[in-house]
């Protein structure tokens, strides 16, 4: 009681700027590094594992703002990105950039300096790996041959359905080279980020010019999952694992049905490894 303020009186104002608690270091910087794609690739691993690197700070949301919310303008963009010091490289990431045909435009007028990562995977898989994401959250959806074929005897392909679309690689990079030379883009094998995480993750801080940090000491491989996990996350020393959205049994399809997309993506799979100067060895 005797601690109580008096009646009617305010405690005084803290100073003007100052907020409780410790400042937090760093300034909000737009990203000098976006993970454009694609979706069902591999793009949250990349993100989960990169960010263990000290020089790496990751917004962990997908921000949409190249696709969905440009009109809200580079400063609210900005505003969700974490604090960084001067010796941090800002990531963020949105795989549906790189299907969006306006998103190399925007991200050029933002920084011609940008650095792109793409993380690809085998088109068929990817394929049904999104149509498997969807099926669990829509039961009643048509099945996967259903919407993969316009004509399924004829062999004709429906290339409007999303899920078949973005596996034409070749043809989304097209209109991010109007924009970007290739060594300002980097790709990521979605497969090998399975197989051996630390080998693709070394490419990957190379690419972003930061010290070769996440090792194959930060990994091992969870059998129940089918995928490798972290020894510890950025902000905790326990292991890390993917949600339980990531790793989830894929759709059983006909065999018949997975040869005619094989052929389908071929050529398109060609071309890519053509224009990247990659084999992925989808074939």
Not at 88 to 112: D, G, H, L, W
Not at 222 to 230: A, E, I, Q
Not at 246 to 253: D, E, S, Y
Request: glycine content about 8%; charged content about 25%.
């Amino acid at each position: 009681l005797q601690q109580s303020r008096p009646c009617g009186r305010t405690p005084p104002a803290p100073p003007a700027g100052s907020a409780p608690g410790p400042a937090r270091p760093g300034t909000k910087r737009l990203p000098r590094a976006i993970v454009v794609g694609v979706k069902k690739g591999g793009t949250r691993a990349v993100l989960e594992f990169i960010r263990v690197h000290p020089e790496v700070r990751a917004l962990g949301t997908e921000p949409h703002f190249f696709d969905r919310n440009y009109h809200r303008g580079l400063e609210w963009y900005r505003s969700l990105m974490p604090r960084t010091l001067d010796s941090q490289i800002t990531v963020e990431k949105t795989p549906s950039y790189f299907v969006t045909k306006e998103a190399p435009r925007r991200i050029f007028n933002m920084s011609r300096d940008t650095k792109l990562i793409v993380v690809v995977r085998n088109p068929v898989t990817r394929a049904i790996s999104d149509y498997t994401q969807t099926l669990s959250k829509k039961p009643d959806i048509p099945t996967f041959e259903g919407l993969t074929f316009r004509n399924r005897s004829l062999g004709l392909v429906d290339t409007s359905w999303n899920a078949i679309r973005i596996g034409m690689y070749a043809v989304h990079l097209e209109s991010w080279l109007q924009y970007f030379p290739l060594s300002q883009i980097h790709f990521v094998s979605g497969e090998k980020l399975i197989t051996d995480p630390a080998g693709e993750m070394g490419k990957v801080q190379d690419f972003l010019g930061i010290k070769r940090v996440i090792t194959d000491k930060h990994f091992y491989f969870n059998k129940t999952k089918g995928f490798p996990c972290l020894k510890k996350s950025e902000s905790s020393s326990f292991p890390r694992c993917l949600g339980k959205s990531k790793g989830r049994t894929h759709v059983q399809i006909d065999p018949e049905v997975i040869e005619q997309l094989r052929d389908f993506y071929r050529p398109y799979n060609i071309k890519f490894y053509e224009t990247v100067g990659q084999d992925f060895r989808w074939e």
